[in-house]
């Protein structure tokens, strides 16, 4: 397959971008950086994590009445690859770098793998302290390679603050030039009705209707000159949380959150005020912006307000 790549780049005349390649971190170096960011009771929390509700075994260990009664979201059999060969390039920044050549890439933007565990993290601290270890590791481990990797901040948006914070830290001091975030967060809405003691979540989409004014992060996004890249899915929404069939809630995942941000961007004003700044959607395909783009069309020729007047 490596060799089938390289030869279709020979024939090409334009530059090949792999524009979200992933790579698997190694869990013993992060835990050194998170220690270095955080100290010890940092990694403890995130290794208990790790071991926690989302974790393989106890899904495994229940029987589906448990699982059904609880909804307990059904994990991936398998998300990594199991031949060494093949797996220790993705984990090694020289030997993803040595390996280019061979998988027909000129440049890669790198996504985290692990780190897409971090925005589903509930402790503010413990989420901050994870999201800065990721990015300090990223920028020391793969800044020997970065004429051909572009590795991805993690710039988490669970409020304002800690998005502004984090993009100037990652940009201004850490010299990363790619930003990750999450265009979609579950929040709590305890004013919802539900079982006693439990606190249902809506999805705010951040720039319609959400309970933070997320505009002085856009501005922030123009002063210094990112383009933001959504890679926020929908697995654990309401009509993705399957206790049987992993596939059907990964179906599509990426497409319904990438509509579901751009959607209130638009709807929000947000691309009116800041027509300069652009905004990066991940693994959902192009199907959802065509179905998104005909609606809002078709919805203007309808809706507006001067066929309401007519």
């Not at 990438?258 to 009116?272: C, D, E, I, Y």
Request: hydrophobic share 45%; proline share 7%.
């Amino acid at each position: 397959m490596t060799q089938q790549a390289a030869a279709v780049r020979k024939q090409l005349n334009h530059p090949v971008v792999d524009a979200d390649g992933h790579w698997l971190e190694l869990f013993p170096v992060f835990f050194e950086f998170l220690d270095e960011t955080a100290g010890p009771s940092a990694v403890d929390g995130f290794r208990t994590l790790l071991k926690g509700a989302g974790g393989l075994a106890r899904w495994y260990g229940m029987s589906d009445a448990e699982r059904l009664r609880i909804r307990a979201m059904r994990p991936p059999a398998w998300a990594f690859p199991f031949k060494a060969r093949i797996r220790t390039p993705s984990m090694v920044p020289g030997l993803y770098y040595d390996s280019l050549d061979r998988w027909g890439i000129d440049v890669a933007l790198i996504y985290p793998s692990m780190g897409l565990m971090i925005p589903g993290v509930r402790e503010d601290d413990l989420r901050r302290a994870l999201v800065r270890a990721y990015n300090r590791m990223v920028a020391e481990l793969f800044r020997p390679y970065r004429d051909r990797i572009i590795p991805a901040a993690i710039c988490l948006m669970h409020t304002p603050e800690e998005a502004m914070e984090e993009a100037d830290y990652a940009v201004r001091t850490l010299g990363l030039k790619l930003l990750m975030i999450n265009g979609t967060v579950s929040r709590p809405a305890m004013g919802m009705p539900g079982a006693e003691g439990s606190s249902p979540a809506y999805v705010d989409n951040l720039a319609m209707d959400s309970p933070f004014d997320y505009e002085p992060v856009w501005d922030a996004f123009e002063r210094l000159k990112v383009s933001p890249t959504n890679h926020a899915g929908s697995v654990g929404w309401a009509d993705r949380s399957s206790p049987s069939s992993f596939v059907a809630n990964h179906l599509g995942h990426f497409a319904q959150g990438n509509h579901s941000f751009a959607r209130a961007l638009f709807m929000g004003g947000v691309t009116q005020r800041h027509p300069d700044l652009n905004f990066g959607f991940l693994e959902g395909g192009v199907g959802w912006a065509c179905s998104l783009f005909a609606d809002l069309c078709g919805h203007w020729s309808k809706r507006s307000r001067p066929f309401v007047e007519e």
